[in-house]
């Protein structure tokens, strides 16, 4: 197809030299270099390019930039590089472009959905909160979550998002300015330049593709006496001259955060990321600046009537853009119905395009000033007190039946129609920084009110309009903030405008003839088609705050954030309460307030750089022998060691059977060490866990009980003395959070006490050798340890060496049997365990996983502080009474064990179940009750924490905890499964050796 | 995201650095053996939560690892002072814009 809409000159953003052919929809077009998708349509003649969200009425491009409602589109450009919901206003367009259009089925022109249309007096606001309430003929909600939910979302909706894995690379990045100024438009740029003349670090991000904002579309205003595109082009030279400056197009800023950090987004231009992917397509900048400009801006609102809606209904400024950037006529024959001189411009503008101009019918009750004199000059009609009526042409506009005066009522045939409701003052970034808004009753806007943070508004984003005024304001905002940041200014500059008065006006909200007709559709939001009528409803329906009525008509919301609509929204719902609109007040304003894609707020961290993987040093040795591995935390555990043809379940038995009847060789590496070192570690140790150890010899070890103040049970680990001032502490996995409440107390309750804390995890290699045979399997290996039992007996620690290897070698059991375990550093943890494993073998023992370590410690009864403790568990409701010190004045938590909760009889206890049938495995977290059948609403007795299969017992075992357990032993209990209560035995929590003689060897 | 100054490494740092470490100047008691249930109860869970300068404690935990004190306003994220444990907490001129 040929540009029809192309203007035969003109357009200061593309390059007619630089032909490029992309597709919509399928369909090969042709466009040029600075085009985007948009201007490239409309130059093409293509004025349908969307389908509504919920009525699937036909859309055309009604912005210019990032507030573009209806023109989503989705981009493909090969496997997992598809992105949705694109802005066709904002996609640059490359030679090969493949857009399509959404929401639509089958095609955009005959799109099924429509029938929603037709069927939209069912589907007014908050419809599917009232209609689709049942029926619930199985179970609750069953209707909604089966039928409607999933309906509705097929047919409402924007893009669909893709499917595979995003190829492409991002990346977050800190940085650092004394200046920021967010926009390079006049007020941006005037800013800019004094801001670098101080010397200041000065950024300037802008989110187009090019700086400039309204100077480049602007070819009747002088600056300096020198046309705008000229005096922009200087000054851009100059900022680009200057070191301490950095110009940053295609960069958004979504988000003004705390203590002035406001984050960016930075995208590649599309060409440069095919020429080389590597390169990272989006970057987000958390820039902390000491001082900030916001020049962002003002956004055209449009007005609201019926089918407002229609292809070919644009706003005057965005027509006036893409004349001036692109070269494109919006239209041929063109209406422009205005409440704001600046449609004038844009007016003046087509005009002298060649584009034939209907009528300017204006709103107000009089069109005066120098905009409309000019338009009268140029010999153009000019109506006021104008109403539109109706709109003719459903995929596009064909003509308007308005009345204005002179005139009255009438029917003009067009097909385009330009309108403009004034200008929204985008202050989204200053509301995130917390800086309250004020109502301008005269110009009918929030703008800035009094800054909370280290920032100030200039230009049309503070409501000042004119291109003078809006000049000059950044110029004294630039030297304003290098001033702040400790720079001296220069002095003020002069900035001469000719051509450019100031335009004025504005209207909010709906004419009468519209309130209150709920048979007109006239769209208020179009990306969530949200009528008048709906605001109505939502206001009649009670909902009276904007937050309420925003989230009852879904109004603002979406990739456009309200960006048309909320002004509008707001005084039609001011309107029907006969309130002020600053009593109404405005929704809160959140990041981003453009979409900012997943990919830029992941940056790097993917995969195992978002979730690193800790292995230990026998890791890749587990893995050779087809290991199963487990997550705990971020630490890779071997589980089991399957071997040919074995399930887990045959895996596990025979390895806790070897372990039990000849030897077993575990990876304990990923256990917390703590080295507590000094001249009071021991005093220290004394306050930190329950148990005493002021008296423990060096060479022996304890078990440690370590509890929060509140009492209840956090860690335990085994403490070895090794040294009157050294200590060896082993923690669970999660050991960061223990070493970090040590030292919470030692540098701050306890900072008198002469004590250096080390995490040593990753220092040592853990080694354990567990079962009856253990002592002759390490026997070869180590030298410097008589291991006979009185010379090394149980909980006892030694420097030794073993395989010639430096070593601290610990005699400790978590499964009951005769036990060691070997500490080696790490470097040497795979050949200390190669050598340790070949005795093993000699000795017809096995390598084996967590999943046996937990069966083994569950047959004695030991506990997992988190599984079997839940944060709200005592020693004594443990059963560990025995571990406390009872002479120590004080330890963290001694005085919460004395509080009444924590000391009340009938508290959950430890204690074992067996089933009454052997061979059943109860659910871990199944609930345990005293009948078979409880009254629905009645309390549990308790839960079940470690439930599994014991080989050493030939039946299934389980540990609970149970309210009053120790006074329940025998009694018959009954635990919850899905298929029913089943009945158990309470028991000892201790199904294996009880007294201990397997230890004691 | 804040930023904090660390009185040990005498630099600001990103929030991330740091853990943040509840409500600081709740001492520990002396003797807890010699206080009552409610006054215990209430230093274990009792925080003053207010609308205005708030003192807590931050650990500079990818840092120095050392605990500190900062005195926050929780309206405006403004960090008012920031100093070692122990020291008192300091007074807030009259005129600093909180």
Redesign the interface.
Known sequence: MTQAHRAPAGGSAIDRARPISFTFDGVAYAGYEGDTLASALLANGVRLVGRSYKYHRPRGIVAAGPEEPNALVGVARGPGRFTPNLRATEVELYDGLAATSQNRWPTLRFDVGAINNVLAPLIGAGFYYKTFMGPDWFGPNWAWKRLYEPFIRRAAGLGTAPREPDPDRYHRT?DHCDVLIVGAGPAGLAAARTAAESGADVVVCDENPAPGGSLRAEPRATIDGQPASQWLAETLDALRAAPNVRLMPRTQAFGY???N?VALSERLAEPDLLADPERPRERLW?M?AREVVLATGAIERPLVFADNDRPGIMLAGAARRYLNLHGVKVGERVVIVTAHDEAYRATLDVHEAGVAVELIADLRDEAAGPLPEAARAAGLRVAVKAAIHEVEGRAGITAVRLSAHPGGMRRIACDALLVSGGWTPSVHLFSQS?GRLAFDEAAQVFRPGAS?QRERSAGACNATFGLADALAEGDAAGGAAAEAAGFAAPGARAYPVEGAPTAQGGALGAPLHVLGDRRVKAFVDFQNDVCVKDVELAVQEGLRSIEHVKRYTTTGMATDQGKLSNMNALAIAAAIQKKPIPEVGLTTFRPPCTPVTFGAFAGLARDELFDPIRKTPIHDWAAARGAAFEDVSLWKRAWYFPREGESMREAVARECRTTRAAVGLFDASTLGEIEVVGRDAAVFLERMYVNAFARLPVGRCRYGLMLT??GFVMDDGVVARLAADRFHVTATTGAARVL?HM??YL???F?DLEVWLTSTTEHWATIAVQGPKARETIAPLVDGVDLAGDAFPHMSVRDASVCGVPARLMRVSFTGELGYEINVGSAYGLDVWKAVFAEVEKHGGCAYGTEATHVLRAEKGYVIVGQETDGTVTPSDLGLDWAIGKAK??FVG???L???ELAREGRKQLVGLMTEDPTFVLEEGAQVTASAAPLVGSPALGHVTSSYRSPALGRSIALALIAGGRARMGARVHVSTPDGAVPATVARPCFYDSEGARLHV | ???IPCPFCGVER?EIEF?H?GEAHV???H???A?S?EA??EY?YFRSNPKGVFAE?W?H?SGC???FNVLRDTV????LASYK??APRPEIPAGVRS
Request: no cysteine.
């Open positions: 800190f955060y705390a203590q950090l958390r902390r917390r909370v103040e509140t970090a030292e919470d540098q701050t309750e900072a004045a004080d001694k005085r919460s004395m509080l009444p | 995201m804040l930023l990103p853990r470490a001492a520990r008691p003797d807890p053996s206080v249930d215990w109860t274990l404690r650990r935990v690892g050392r605990f405006s994220d403004r960090i444990p122990g």
